[in-house]
């Protein structure tokens, strides 16, 4: 470790500071533009290469920041007229501490970029535990903030719109997303890992209700994408998330046959008389052709499409080759 804080190196990792500071202040839009140019100029690499050097991740006896009395507030913020006060060595070593909890908060995907391609398995295992230990749980805990916070500035839903409730769970590290039709409850489980952002927030869905399992199975993946492609932001996901569900449920009837919108296979009624336009179930309408040996609506008793033409075509079809 480096005794004395020369202010070449001073002026580089303030530097740091101050695009941090920029990033701090900027809109989605512009964050991700600096971001990209970081990467393209691969100017992370060198960054992290130098802090782990000195803080002695390399030689596998990383900074504790115990022994150093560095605290979570020396993580979380940095006085530049406090610190030069302080002996060079600690002065260098808070403001590495706290430049790397900056680059945790902010560009999380270059990080991990850098830790997957660090040679050194050496370092890795430091830098992975240190993280885990001192960094991940801060980390993860102002992001479920930031949820609880965006969650507490939803709007209530219009008289046409389905409910989305959020959950947070800290211990857990995790946000529930869930909507209720028919007394049937349906959620997607947003993950945070322990070591977060080594290892990726996962996104995962019990069985699909009201939807078509495809639908469901989108939702997870687009969701998981725009978590994965906007640096981690769970905020951005749900935003998606909620959208994706309040617009296939938005205006959804009952099914004139059954009087409920979820069907025992949990689907909602999607098959329509062409004549009185009242919405049915596919099994509660196909019950209905068996019970009375018709295939009319149960209401206005006009004939009534089960299959549907195209399929009904294929069907003939398949019929007359064989």
């Not at 050097?53 to 406090?82: C, M």
């Not at 002996?87 to 808070?94: A, D, F, K, L």
């Not at 869930?178 to 977060?196: F, L, W």
């Not at 999607?270 to 009375?292: A, E, G, I, M, P």
Request: proline residues 4%; neutral net charge; glycine residues 4%.
């Amino acid at each position: 470790m480096l005794a004395q804080f020369p202010s070449s190196i001073r002026s580089y990792l303030l530097s740091w500071k101050l695009v941090f500071d920029a990033y701090s202040a900027s809109s989605f839009k512009l964050r991700s533009d600096y971001t990209e140019n970081l990467k393209t100029d691969n100017y992370i690499a060198p960054f992290l290469d130098f802090m782990f050097d000195v803080l002695g991740h390399s030689a596998a006896h990383p900074l504790s920041l115990e022994r150093e009395q560095l605290t979570t507030e020396h993580i979380q913020t940095y006085d530049i007229k406090i610190a030069r006060s302080e002996p060079e060595e600690r002065s260098m070593q808070w403001l590495l501490v706290h430049l790397f909890y900056l680059t945790l908060k902010y560009i999380p995907g270059l990080f991990k970029a850098w830790y997957l391609a660090c040679r050194s398995k050496q370092t890795r295992i430091a830098v992975e535990a240190w993280t885990t230990k001192y960094f991940s749980p801060l980390i993860i805990s102002e992001m479920l903030d930031d949820v609880q916070a965006w969650v507490d500035q939803q709007e209530p839903p219009g008289p046409d719109e389905q409910e989305v409730v959020v959950r947070i769970s800290k211990n857990a590290r995790e946000v529930l997303v869930g909507y209720e039709v028919d007394e049937t409850q349906a959620s997607i489980v947003i993950k945070v890992s322990p070591n977060y952002p080594i290892e990726a927030v996962t996104v995962t869905g019990q069985e699909a209700v009201a939807v078509k399992e495809r639908t469901w199975n989108s939702w997870i993946m687009t969701t998981q994408g725009v978590i994965t492609f906007s640096g981690g932001s769970v905020i951005d996901g749900l935003q998606i998330l909620k959208r994706n569900i309040v617009g296939a449920l938005k205006g959804q009837t009952e099914c004139a046959i059954c009087y409920s919108v979820i069907a025992a296979d949990k689907r909602m009624p999607d098959k329509r008389c062409s004549t009185c336009k009242n919405l049915f179930h596919r099994t509660c309408l196909y019950k209905w052709f068996q019970s009375s040996s018709q295939n009319t609506c149960p209401l206005c008793r006009n004939p009534i499409d089960y299959l549907g033409s195209d399929k009904r075509r294929r069907a003939q079809r398949d019929r007359d080759e064989y």
